[in-house]
Structures are given as structure tokens and as C-alpha cells.
């Protein structure tokens, strides 16, 4: 069993209390350690929850007692992940680009590369779906 609740940032708090914990108190009693007093809580089964856990976890939303997963967060997740994932081959094609043009060689295919890293979170705000989303990279 899982205890969820909304947090104050919007997204999802989830507990998992253990067995053992269990052994000795009722899912009550965790409520009452754990949520916050004036949360609205549900107790749910795990299988309820999301299975996009580790990609999207911090887009999960509390709506009427179900989590979902927002679309609209995800896309936002993504487009953080793929500037993170850019931003080392970015400054490695600046690099190239450098030394490129001290030896006059041409610079095309760099910057060609360049901007398609720029545009990779466009390929985010297309996706339709979750799979989409986790599917790009840089």
C-alpha cells in the first residue's frame, strides 16, 4: 500500500511504509506520522501508480485520488534532460569549430550539428507521447 498526497510544489508525495512498520501500526498511524495535517491524502495500491516512475516521476499530478502523469511536465522534464544531455557536445563542437577555422578548414558540418542540437528540444514540444518524450536524446 502507498500513501499519496499532493505537495505544495504541485506534484506527488508518495510514502511506501514497510512491513515492518506495518507489523506493529495501522496505515493510520502513518498517515498521521507522515502527511502533513493539512494534506488531502489517499491510500492507494502500488500498482495504481504510475509505471513512467523513474523518467517522469516529477511530473506526476493528484487528480480526484488518481495520479497521471502531466503531459505537459513531461515535455518540460525532457527539454531539461536534452539540454543537459547537449550542453557537453555542444561545447565540444565549439571546440571543433575553433580549430576549424585557425586551420581554414570548412565549418559546415559543424554548424550544421550545431543547430540541430539547438533545435533537439523542438522534437519535445511535437511528442504526443510519453514513449515519444523518452525516445529522444541529443
Not at 570548412?106 to 533537439?120: A, F, G, N, P, Y
Request: a negative charge; aromatic letters at 6%.
Amino acid at each position: 500500500m502507498k500513501i499519496i498526497y499532493p505537495t505544495e510544489t504541485g506534484s506527488v508525495a508518495v510514502i511506501s511504509p514497510t512491513l515492518e512498520y506495518l507489523q506493529d501500526h495501522t496505515i493510520e498511524e502513518c498517515v498521521a506520522k507522515d502527511v502533513p495535517a493539512s494534506a488531502e491524502f489517499h491510500i492507494i495500491e502500488e500498482e495504481d501508480l504510475p509505471q513512467e516512475h523513474e523518467d517522469f516521476f516529477n511530473a506526476w499530478e493528484l487528480i480526484d485520488g488518481n495520479v497521471i502523469v502531466s503531459m505537459t511536465k513531461s515535455v518540460g522534464l525532457t527539454k531539461t534532460r536534452l539540454r543537459q544531455e547537449r550542453a557537453p557536445l555542444l561545447t565540444a563542437l565549439d571546440v571543433q569549430y575553433q580549430r576549424a577555422q585557425e586551420d581554414g578548414r570548412d565549418t559546415t558540418i559543424i554548424i550544421s550539428e550545431k543547430q540541430r542540437l539547438r533545435d533537439v528540444t523542438k522534437l519535445a514540444d511535437a511528442a504526443t507521447t510519453l514513449d515519444e518524450l523518452k525516445a529522444l536524446s541529443a
